[in-house]
Nanobody
Framework: QVQLVESGGGLVQPGGSLRLSCVAS????????MGWYRQAPGKQRELVAV???????NYGDFVKGRFTISRDNAKNTVYLQMNSLKVEDTAVYYC????????????????WGQGTQVTVSS
């Protein structure tokens, strides 16, 4: 019922930049947490950056100072501006959202996007 559509991934050189976008659609009354995780080959999925419903950010330590998360609640959209990219940033980046579907059903459910590939290489 809720889907997350990611865009903006691609191939960049070390030191380059990318801007990822994720748009949530479907049955949405309110999005609580919304943000980004990533998973590199052979590694566990890890937090990149998330925001709560007040757009307060929480960053993974390894990206703080290089990446910036922002959120447009009116458009159910979250962005990730990635600067000073490193080879080790290469991963599939997944959008994540915790969603309340209607005003009268209080249950919240977590959804994941299909992922967008970010490759940092010369």
């Amino acid at each position: 019922q809720v889907q997350l559509v990611e865009s903006g991934g691609g191939l960049v050189q070390p030191g380059g930049s990318l801007r990822l976008s994720c748009v949530a659609s479907g049955s949405i009354f309110r999005i609580y947490n919304m943000g980004w995780y990533r998973q590199a080959p052979g590694k566990q999925r890890e937090l990149v950056a998330v925001t709560n419903s007040d757009s307060m950010p929480n960053y993974g330590d390894f990206v703080k100072g290089r990446f910036t998360i922002s959120r447009d609640n009116a458009k159910n959209t979250v962005y990730l501006q990635m600067n000073s990219l490193k080879v080790e940033d290469t991963a599939v980046y997944y959008c994540e959202a915790v969603v309340q579907a209607t005003s009268v059903v209080l249950a919240r459910f977590q959804y994941w996007g299909q992922g967008t590939q970010v490759t940092v290489s010369s």
